[in-house]
């Protein structure tokens, strides 16, 4: 069986994380991104706006076509950018469309943030898949713009308990 990473990545720290995850585990693994189809302004104001407020009304924006098939795995990681302290809204449409099949399986989850809020992101996608633990879990500072020897000993631990 294999192990799949999902995420989804404005600014390419999520995606800089997954990327690091397939190259510690020696394991067969696929990489999906997750897309939102209506884009999110990535830059000054607008960024911040935007996504906050999608984030904090909780809305479950319509994705692009991604292939998922989770009987395929065995290990399932979901990788996000935090926003106003919940996970950014393309992840959780991801949970919510699929909860039914990850609440059956190890789920690992990780999330990248500036300063605060990861925790209380990470309890929110448990909530909204509906399992009670996951087997693993990673909080990293902007692991892409501020690389740092730090965040290679996390993303290492957070592979040997895969
Ligand atoms: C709309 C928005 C809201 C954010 N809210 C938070 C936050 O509550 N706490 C935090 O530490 N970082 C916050 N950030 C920063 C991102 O979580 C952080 O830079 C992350 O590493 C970006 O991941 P990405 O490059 O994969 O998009 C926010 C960023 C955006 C765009």
């Known amino acids: 069986m294999k192990t799949a990473i999902i995420y989804y990545s404005m600014c390419g720290n999520t995606a800089y ?47 692009e076509s991604y292939s998922f098939k989770a009987d395929e795995y065995d290990e399932i990681i979901i990788g996000f950018p935090v926003w106003a302290s919940r996970p950014a809204p393309p992840i959780c449409t991801f949970a919510q469309d699929n909860k039914t099949s990850l609440q059956s399986k190890r789920i690992s989850a990780y999330a990248c943030q500036s300063g605060a809020g990861a925790e209380k992101a990470l309890k929110n996608l448990k909530d909204l898949i509906g399992i009670s633990e996951y087997n693993a879990v990673m909080v990293l500072n902007d692991p892409k713009d501020k690389p740092n020897s730090a965040n290679d000993k996390i993303i290492k631990d957070f592979c040997s308990k895969l």
């Open 17 to 63: 994380t997954a990327e690091q995850i397939s190259k510690v585990l020696d394991k067969e693994v696929d990489i999906i991104e997750i897309m939102p189809v209506k884009k999110y302004p990535d830059s000054g104001f607008k960024k911040y706006f935007w996504g906050g407020k999608s984030a904090v009304m909780a809305e479950k924006p319509k994705l």
